[in-house]
């Protein structure tokens, strides 16, 4: 077991990202972290900052797209809390790869859901319009600063009404929680490496507002989140 120094960012290429990963690996490697989403809740993360917003939006269905959604496990269980919660809600979803596209759409179908995926690379693209709410989970820190900086000003501009950002803090414990909880939940080699990978890769609280801040989201906020994650909300102003 390597425990690297957490001082600073140690954002290295993640086996995820290379294009040249099986697509049957990478569809483990979804499921494996579908697993740890369901584990972390990272839909009730999101959920009651969505929730509120679409209550004061209640004479039309609130539009919700999520960027890099991987598998969409997170997207279909925020429609399923709408759904129980009796809002009406249009959620997408929008990743770079189509094989993680493909794999949330049958995810969506098979549970009943009415999502939407898409591919879009959110780093090189604009975002598209029309959509109150944009969210993002466990993506920041796949990201060198800078195009942090990008993806955070884009989402802030497509928003009409808030964005959300839910991610990892970097920290010795969530480091040895993503090591064992990786190998627990999942067999998955590339979930092995990427976990606690991510980890190191991952921006302190103090960090990620100086991002904001670069992105001109001065009024963003910070709320730490079990486990060890951090939940950056920006809304725009009436």
């Known amino acids: 077991m390597f425990f690297p120094s957490l001082a ?141 900086v990008a993806l955070l000003r884009k989402m802030g501009q497509a928003a009409r009404r808030m964005m959300l950002i839910n991610d990892l803090l970097r920290c010795r414990t969530g480091h040895l929680l993503a090591w064992f909880g990786g190998r627990l939940l999942s067999r998955s080699p590339v979930v092995h490496a990427d976990a606690p990978a991510s980890v190191a890769a991952a921006f302190t609280m103090d960090e990620a507002r100086l991002l904001a801040e670069k992105a001109g989201l001065p009024s963003a906020t910070f709320e730490w989140r079990w486990p060890w994650r951090f939940l950056l909300a920006w809304s725009k102003l009436p």
């Open 8 to 148: 600073g960012r140690r954002c290295e290429p993640e086996v995820m990202d290379q294009p040249s990963l099986d697509p049957r690996d990478h569809v483990q490697a979804l499921r494996g972290l579908a697993r740890i989403n369901r584990l972390s809740a990272s839909d009730r993360i999101l959920w009651s900052r969505i929730a509120g917003v679409a209550r004061d939006c209640s004479d039309r269905p609130l539009r919700v797209l999520d960027v890099a959604s991987g598998g969409g496990d997170v997207a279909i269980r925020l429609w399923r809390r709408a759904q129980r919660a009796n809002l009406r809600m249009e959620i997408f979803g929008a990743d770079a790869s189509m094989t993680a596209v493909e794999h949330a759409q049958t995810n969506a179908q098979s549970a009943g859901a009415a999502v939407e995926f898409f591919q879009l690379d959110v780093v090189r693209s604009e975002l598209p319009e029309g959509f109150d709410v944009i969210t993002s989970s466990l993506f920041l820190h796949h990201l060198h600063e800078e195009h942090a």
